[in-house]
């Protein structure tokens, strides 16, 4: 219930079939509040029909092939001093690495902060790590 913003906003991507393919991905899902945080303006730009290619952008940006656990991710960050470095379906990283009270903060392409706030969400096709940001791509 905390994610219809983001369905909505897969739904106005036309990503929906796409993200409840065979995968297997991970997709770092902004919660309602992530979305909230950015301008109600620009929110409604990106859901118009002349968002999408923005949209699109945004939304492939969260997602990451394969099926990472909170776990996976942490033994990344381990062996690359502390910090995991994931190549997104958009095509740019994220940088992952530990936060404090035992949190993971993600790192986008400008510099923004995201914290997991709900970790290992399984699904059949992947795994879903909720998080309090939207993640912006260059």
Known sequence: SNLT???????????AETLSGTGPFTVFAPDNAAFEKIPAATRTALLAPAGKADLTKILTYHVVPGRLTAADIASQAQANGGVATLTTVQGETLKVSAGPNNTWVITDSKGGASTITQADVAQSNGMVHVVDTVLMPN
Do not use: R
């Open 5 to 15: 913003t983001l369905v909505s906003a897969v739904q106005a991507a036309g990503l």
